[in-house]
């Protein structure tokens, strides 16, 4: 449902984002920036494994299809069809 694929991506760009500022930041403070990717690597892990599958907290919305129709004429088989004349360049 679209309810869910929007909490989904909130999610992901929060967990991302306080990521990067931790990660940020502990990087500056130990001046090594080694952490900083791994404190990135992690939160990018977290917010898969939180976003990804699917959830039942992304499925309370769901989507409401139309009923499958009928047609009451039957289709032309291929042999029937008349063949496309293509336009002479």
């Known amino acids: 449902d679209y309810k869910g694929q929007k909490l989904a ?3 992901f ?7 990067a500022i931790i990660g940020f930041i502990c ?3 130990t001046e ?4 900083t990717v791994y404190i990135v690597m992690a939160g990018f892990a977290l917010s898969c ?7 039942p907290m992304y499925r309370r919305n769901p989507l409401k299809w139309l009923p499958v129709q009928e047609s009451g004429t039957e289709e032309k088989k291929p042999a029937d069809r008349k063949p496309k004349r293509h336009a002479k360049s």
């Open 49 to 55: 494994l939180l976003t990804l599958p699917p959830w």
């Open 13 to 19: 760009q929060g967990i991302i984002l306080v990521s």
């Open 27 to 29: 990087g500056y403070i």
């Open 32 to 35: 090594q920036f080694e952490w």
């Open 9 to 11: 991506e909130q999610i």
